[in-house]
């Protein structure tokens, strides 16, 4: 067999290959001949169809079969004699195959890059030192009984906080859009789910009020037809309501699996539950930070296309499942420039770890996979029965034991950083500060 390969630029590579026809004719009649001893055709008895018979019958497609093999092994074996390292599948162009003479072929392929990780070495990562105060836990515990708490209508002007009940009509430059119009609509005044003008326009309005409320659309909004443009609402009020909270006692404590110590032992489970949240969240905001930096000064890596393509797929049928939606072939193709970016940083973080790991020999840690795993568990009504199952599942642990060295990666980054400590309110790190 003969090799030989050249740079199409980049990542890019183009193999010649070619094959004796030996391999393949010889390996053809082999299994026509094989055939032979059970075939079945009218007018000869079983085992005693001449070659001849045989090969005009199965030859076709015994020598497509042979070829396909052909060429998944010839492919394999050219790469380990070449030393190549093939990200994704070859393009097969130019298949020459005629019984008798050689088989040719060129793949083109993309292969892995070739780098060393630089580390994080200098660079300022902020860690946030916060501490969980007794009005944060009032807060939380405030946030619980409004998620159990009952809208009462009331007689007077909407404020912020109060959930409002509206038709409204909009339109732009006289003419209605698209989800710009509904009846019956409850909206919350304060909740960050309406435009600003919207909202504002809004406050102040009581049961049976009819008012034009003029807004302007951000130049990002959803909808492209109104995307930057001015509009104008027609808005009817029908109802104004607040929110009936429930009273801290004993009874809204029995909600949460609380019988025994009251208010008191609710305000513990709270703030452990807090302590909990707030540690992975302290440990994600640091991570995110050191993973930015280590993208940012590999910045230069070159990205195989065949891999981010690979990755806009997998995002494609992940956003998909999410939404509920399993038979992906039903539907129009979502474009892949909407999963381009996200693509691009996940395999280039892939690639950047798995080269640290291997140059850095960082081998897994049992101690560290234990922790992901408790982390994975904690506060789990059953806990060690679902620590169980994940033991007892090889890809599960495969996972956790790539989470496991992922952590241990950004801690050795992190030796050679600069830590910056911060301190910040527990609402302002929970992202709760507008709540």
Known sequence: ??????????????????????????????RIRSLGKKARLPGFRPGKVPFKVLKQQYGEQVRSEVINEVLRKTWSEALDEQNLNPAGNPHIDDLRDTP??????????????EFEPIGIEGETIERPQVEITEEDVDFMLDNLRRQHGEWKSVDRAAGEGDQVVIDFEGTVDGEPFEGGSGEQVSVELGAGRLLEDFEKGLSGLKPGAEKKIKVKFPKDYGSEEVAGKKGVFEVKVHEVREMELPEL????????????????????????????????TLRNKVKEQALDRFLEKNESVEL?????????????????????????????????DMFEDKARRRVKLGLLMGEYINQHEVKPDESRIEQVLERLTAGQENGEELARQYRGNPQAMQQIQAMALEEQVVDQLLESAEIKEVKQGFRDVMNFGGQ
Do not use: H, W
Request: proline share 5%; with cysteine; charged share 35%.
């Open 1 to 30: 067999m003969q090799v030989s390969v050249e740079s199409a630029g980049g990542l890019k590579r183009r193999m010649k290959v070619e094959v004796p026809a030996e391999r393949v004719d010889s390996e053809v009649e082999s």
């Open 100 to 113: 008798g003479e050689k088989l040719e072929y060129e793949a083109s392929f993309e292969v892995y890059p």
């Open 249 to 280: 006692d004993e009874a809204f404590c029995e909600k949460f699996g609380v019988t025994e110590g009251g208010v008191e032992q609710l305000r513990k489970e709270v703030r452990e539950n807090m302590e909990q949240e707030l540690d992975q």
């Open 304 to 336: 195989p296309q065949a891999l981010v393509d690979q990755e806009i797929e997998n995002q494609k049928r992940q956003t998909l499942q999410q939404m509920g939606i399993q038979d992906t072939e039903q539907l129009p193709d979502i474009p892949g």
